[in-house]
């Protein structure tokens, strides 16, 4: 288990903040991210030299645990991103760029930056399927904003549709999805849940063909006023939905499509690591700051 944030000098002292990154990455000591070498590696001292500098005398390069991660080429004290990564991990529906750059005391842009930057630190990469033999896994869509070009309209022909996976009990993966397709959905059923688990969703008719394809598909008819039939029913999911309406509507209040898939990955991560699973906030910030290996994210490329 990390030692938490909370707990040490991270938060204020530079040095500290590096030792303690490093203790997270590299828990086992020091790896050049340059060639891979673990010996030969000294720390660099000097007046001029920044706070967490080595040379992997391999390669005969210097790095620093920034390298090679989403913090790299970043000007930003090690300490603030850790104070800005302990405010998104903490705020269950998150905190908006205005408030980090008020609270952190670095600009709006270098804010809104910082915060995409922590999102993608916080995105899953090569994920097991979920569920299985004996376990749950809810599937319900929600819809969301404005499409662009799209005139505003009563309905949701005009909104993104938001697909969430919940497994009770478990993890949370959202997708933004095309439209409520067969086509838009199986392949994202079939590529994230595991064939012998119990699929729950609601009686969209869309649902019909992909959940022969699982151990059991059960259905409640929402349209009927039947949210609960045995162990059939989709609240979990919707319990997620809610968490994330309020903090798009409430905290972030405007998200171009382009960037939607950024928020989802935030939201996941929070749920999939709450503590009603028994970690905290500072061993959320830990897990999170795990992510930011091997993770490049340059000013361009958030408005790509």
């Known amino acids: 288990m990390a030692h938490s944030v909370f707990n040490s000098k991270a938060l204020q002292d ?8 490093e203790a997270q990455i590299w828990p086992e000591g020091v790896v050049c991210p340059h060639c891979g070498g673990v010996d030969r590696i000294s720390p660099m001292k000097g007046k001029s030299t920044r706070i967490g500098t080595y040379k992997c ?17 970043s000007h ?42 922590i ?4 995105r899953i990469v090569g994920m097991e399927p ?16 404005q499409v662009k070009g799209e005139p505003k309209r009563r309905g949701v022909g005009h909104k ?34 595991a064939k012998d688990s119990a699929l729950m969703t609601d009686e969209g008719t ?21 949210y609960v039939r045995g162990d059939a029913h989709t609240n979990t999911a919707e319990g997620y939905f809610s968490i994330f309406k309020r903090g798009m509507q409430g905290v972030y209040q405007h998200c171009a499509e382009k960037h939607l898939h950024r928020y989802l990955a935030e939201f996941d991560f929070r749920y999939s690591n709450r503590v009603r699973l028994g970690v905290d906030d500072g061993e959320r910030t830990a897990r999170a700051i795990k992510g930011i290996i091997g993770k490049r994210l340059t000013y361009r490329t958030t408005h790509n």
């Not at 959202?174 to 959905?185: K, N, P, Q, Y």
């Open 14 to 21: 530079e040095a500290a903040a590096y030792r303690w990154v």
């Open 57 to 73: 005398y391999q390669c005969r390069k210097p790095f620093t645990v920034k390298v090679g991660t989403v913090f790299e080429a």
């Open 76 to 117: 930003i004290p090690m300490r603030i991103w850790l104070q800005a990564m302990v405010l998104m991990c903490a705020s269950k529906k998150g905190i908006s760029s205005n408030q980090l750059h008020r609270s952190l005391g670095v600009s709006l842009k270098t804010a809104w930056f910082m915060s995409h930057r």
């Open 119 to 122: 999102r993608e630190a916080m």
């Open 130 to 145: 979920m569920g299985g033999a004996g376990k749950a896994v809810e599937a319900d869509e929600t819809y969301y904003g």
């Open 160 to 193: 993104h549709v938001v697909l969430a996976l919940v497994e009770r009990g478990g993890s949370a993966r959202s997708f933004h999805v095309e439209g409520t397709r067969i086509a838009d959905l199986a392949p994202v059923l079939r590529e994230n849940i």
């Open 206 to 226: 869309w649902y019909r063909e992909i959940g022969r394809e699982f151990a059991k598909h059960e259905t409640v008819k929402h349209r009927e006023d039947e």
